[in-house]
């Protein structure tokens, strides 16, 4: 009945063009970011931080780097996890080697770092397509897990072959290492999520963000009215990578602690990120957030509900939510290619024209 | 008539400038096959010059050549007045050189709008870091500039209604248009159009003609288009080329090429002893 562009009059380009161009989503949306940031700190506590909330900004960080690549300019990738390799590991070496600096330019330099990466093994891209892609990002990712763990120099030569944050602060909060408080942490990635965010929306609203999409939809099209393919890959390449590698700095440094290259980055997360996306959304920030949530609080739910409730064996529960996991892929795959995101907007148009659908 | 470096002025009254493109010896191989076979032609600033041939002529291949897609293995592109080295398609948008294509080549998962807007492409260059910024970069500036006369050519070719569908969505008459809309966005100085009426019926055609004089008569923009019917081509072009098998076979106004013993050949068939 509320939920209506009728009486909102857009008078100027610019009104037009907004993210939110009915007034409604606009006050939800100062909303949440309201509770995200004047709420939720205040009731946060360790459980609440490491098994919902850290993961779920973390991933979505992740998961929009991913979506900008694949479903925006449609080069598909399973190389995030590898990508969150380099983010960590160049995160680690930066905090050793200069532990004075702010963890905000440290995460930062990872992204730059990662982006850097990111455009070399995007580079076999301009000759090759679809699966073919996917098998070079794939190489991508086996060789940056291989490298992280042959070469003693990137976890400073310890005995493990482990890293561990050290203790980091900024502006005087401890944010890395055990003594940082979930508050700090909290905060910390959701800065970095909506920055990441709205970041990838303007990106994706204006001129790169319709020269990807040129790309994806039609190469040869994009082309001949002035898009260089060479550009808009790399580009996608470089923003993906940038965003992919900053979710993989917070996860080793603020989120885990201490990581194993190979566990926490292997191929697993390549696909659960690519889960994230194709559930959330292809093409869309929204079905990033989306996707994050939904896998995030997927295994919690399953957990609350197989074991605290039903009092079923731990090992089930866990084998369940792999079938599960599975079986919404196919579905999704099937019937909603667009994702969450496809949902929500059908939902909405619904919610326009309720009560009155004719 | 013709004068080479004058240009002439038209029985409808427009002026035609002096040539703006011009194509030299063009000779085009795909293997043992001889697509293109030495031809020259001109376009002149300001007029609607057409390609026409029987199927397999080599007209989709010259125009092919003029933007960017095939190299040609002998022969030299004049564009403005210098040979043009050899360009990758993007680089030939970039001199202002806009097509459509014969299977509408639009942008399937993207509003009309968007279309349009890609169009612009060539004429915006705000950087990376300014659209990541978006207000703050003065990359909403521009956006907005150029929001502006995409919407205008929007109008023109009467989108309006439709310019925030997804193309997919769109019969194909108006897909047609909007492919047109997106090559005009980049405010060419030369467009192509590879059958631009093809498999419209007769209003379709109709409306597409009048929007093809009008972009001509009211942007001067300099128009080659290749097209299968006759009567359009007649009515609207002011020079017409004629191919056949690779070879030129006839090149005037649309009246002389209409008396010319090929061409009536070529369209007609004549027994080959």
């Known amino acids: 009945m509320f939920y209506r562009e009728a009486g909102d009059f857009k008078t100027s380009y610019v009104e037009d063009g907004q993210t939110f161009p009915i007034r409604f989503d606009r006050y939800r949306y100062y909303f949440v970011l309201a509770v995200a940031f004047g709420i939720v700190p205040f009731f946060i506590n360790d459980y609440w931080a490491n098994a919902i909330l850290l993961p779920f900004l973390i991933y979505a960080i992740a998961a929009i780097g991913l979506n900008i690549l694949t479903g925006y300019c449609g080069q598909v990738s399973l190389g995030t996890g590898g990508f969150m390799a380099v983010g960590a590991y160049s995160c680690y070496k930066l905090m050793t080697a200069f532990p004075d600096v702010s963890m905000f330019i440290h995460v930062l330099l990872a992204g730059g770092i990662t982006a850097l990466v990111g455009v070399v093994f995007g580079l076999p891209s301009l000759r090759i397509k679809g699966f073919y892609l996917a098998v070079a990002t794939l190489a991508a990712q086996f060789f940056l897990v291989w490298l992280f763990n042959r070469v003693a120099w990137f976890y400073n030569y310890s005995a493990s072959g482990q890293i561990n944050a050290p203790e980091r602060e900024v502006f005087g909060i401890i944010i890395t290492g055990p003594n940082a408080t979930s508050t700090a942490a909290y905060l910390f990635c959701l800065i970095f999520l909506v920055a990441s965010a709205l970041v990838a929306r303007n990106l994706t609203r204006g001129t790169i963000g319709r020269t990807w999409m040129a790309i994806r939809d039609m190469d040869i099209a994009a082309e001949i009215i002035g898009v260089n393919p060479l550009r808009a890959k790399l580009t996608a390449f470089a923003v993906s990578s940038f965003f992919v590698g900053i979710s993989g700095a917070l996860f080793f440094a603020v989120y885990l602690g201490a990581v194993e290259v190979g566990e926490a980055f292997g191929i697993q997360k390549s696909f659960l990120v690519l889960f994230m996306i194709i559930i959330g959304g292809l093409g869309s920030i929204f079905g990033s957030f989306a996707g994050a949530a939904f896998l995030v609080l997927l295994p919690v739910a399953l957990k609350v509900f197989g074991v605290d409730i039903m009092g079923w064996p731990t090992d089930i529960v866990a084998h369940f939510q792999l079938v599960i996991v599975g079986g919404l892929i196919i579905l999704f795959l099937i019937l909603e290619p667009h994702g969450l995101a496809q949902l929500w907007r059908v939902a909405k148009e619904k919610l326009r024209l309720w009560p009155f659908p004719h | ?273």
């Open chain 2, 1 to 273: 008539m013709l004068d080479q470096t004058e240009g002439y002025i038209t029985e409808d009254g427009r002026k035609i400038g002096g040539v703006v493109m011009e194509m030299k010896n063009i000779t085009l191989r795909f293997g043992g096959v001889v697509a293109i076979k030495d031809i020259s032609f001109d376009i002149r600033e300001g007029e609607i010059r057409a390609i026409i041939g029987p199927n397999g002529a080599g007209k989709s291949s010259m125009l092919n050549v003029i933007s960017g897609f095939y190299v040609p293995q002998e022969g030299e592109v004049w564009f403005r007045g210098a040979p043009r080295p050899q360009m990758k398609p993007y680089q030939v948008a970039q001199q202002g050189i806009a097509r459509t294509f014969q299977n509408i080549a639009l942008f399937e998962g993207m509003s009309v709008l968007d279309n349009v807007m890609t169009g612009r492409l060539t004429q915006m260059d705000a950087s990376l870091w300014k659209q990541a910024l978006w207000k703050w970069g003065g990359a909403e500036k521009e956006e907005v500039a150029n929001r502006e006369i995409a919407e205008k050519i929007i109008d023109f070719l009467e989108i309006q209604n439709i310019r925030k569908t997804p193309v997919a969505r769109l019969p194909y008459g108006l897909k047609k248009r909007v492919e047109l809309a997106r090559a005009l966005a980049a405010e060419p100085k030369l467009l192509l159009l590879d059958e631009p009426m093809a498999g419209m019926n007769v209003e379709e055609k109709e409306d597409m003609s009048r929007f093809i004089l009008d972009v001509n008569d009211e942007f001067g923009t300099t128009i080659a288009l290749i097209e299968h019917d006759m009567g359009v081509v007649m009515d609207l072009s002011d020079r017409v080329v004629v191919m056949d098998y690779g070879k030129k076979i006839g090149d005037g106004t649309p009246d002389e090429v209409r008396s010319n013993q090929d061409v009536i050949d070529a369209y007609l068939g004549v027994s080959h002893d």
